[in-house]
T-cell receptor, first 114, second 115 residues
């Protein structure tokens, strides 16, 4: 059973601080990793993708991947109240690189305190 | 550009009735995915298509569920007969791996309630 594990939270972070979200996955052949943000009652919104070991930055967001440790994380700098949402970690299911469906974690509920 | 379009947005039906959910992927995307989200199980892949052909339906829970993609711009997910445990939010997503990435974009979802 391929699994993606996340701490469900809630994770409470003061406004302006760095929020750190973590995810581990079980399938070593996974090649594509994604972070989605989901507001209550809405659909998942893609915020970051990462395919290689190391860091990838996009605005206030940084995704980090360590395939040896089977670990992927998301950092949100200068957290804003509008960042309060559930963050879903997703990993491709097989050796297809990502064109084969995603396995999602249950999500981490992030709360940014004004 | 229009995103993934799903209809209906909400569906309430009685146990035993047939339910059909519809999806229009982003134009040019040749992969289409159906997911289901519940509080207990989270977001789960049901089936996906490549160029209108079903590739993996191992996530379809039972024979009551079926999906088709008659052309590149339309897919349906049918449940017959429906049961209360089918109540969930059903999402359709699409992607275009030909661009070198595998990013999937989700539609707004259909919230299904079976009473």
């Amino acid at each position: 059973q391929k699994e993606v594990e996340q701490n469900s939270g809630p994770l409470s972070v003061p406004e302006g601080a760095i929020a750190s979200l973590n995810c581990t996955y079980s399938d070593r052949v996974s090649q594509s990793f994604f972070w989605y943000r989901q507001y209550s009652g809405k659909s998942p919104e893609l915020i970051m993708s990462i395919y290689s070991n190391g860091d990838k930055e996009d605005g206030r967001f940084t995704a980090q991947l360590n395939k040896a440790s089977q670990y992927v994380s998301l950092l949100i700098r200068d957290s804003q109240p509008s960042d309060s949402a559930t963050y879903l970690c997703a990993v491709n299911r097989g050796a297809g690189g990502g064109a084969d469906g995603l396995t999602f974690g249950k999500g981490t509920h992030l709360i940014i305190q004004p | 550009d229009a995103g993934v379009i799903q209809s209906p947005r909400h569906e309430v039906t009685e146990m035993g009735q047939e339910v059909t959910l519809r999806c229009k992927p982003i134009s040019g995307h040749d992969y289409l995915f159906w997911y289901r989200q519940t509080m207990m199980r989270g977001l789960e892949l049901l089936i996906y298509f490549n160029n209108n052909v079903p590739i993996d339906d191992s996530g379809m829970p039972e024979d009551r569920f079926s999906a088709k993609m008659p052309n590149a711009s339309f897919s349906t997910l049918k449940i017959q007969p429906s049961e209360p445990r089918d109540s969930a939010v059903y999402f359709c997503a699409s992607s275009d791996p030909g661009q070198g990435t595998y990013e999937q974009y989700f539609g707004p979802g259909t919230r299904l309630t079976v009473t």
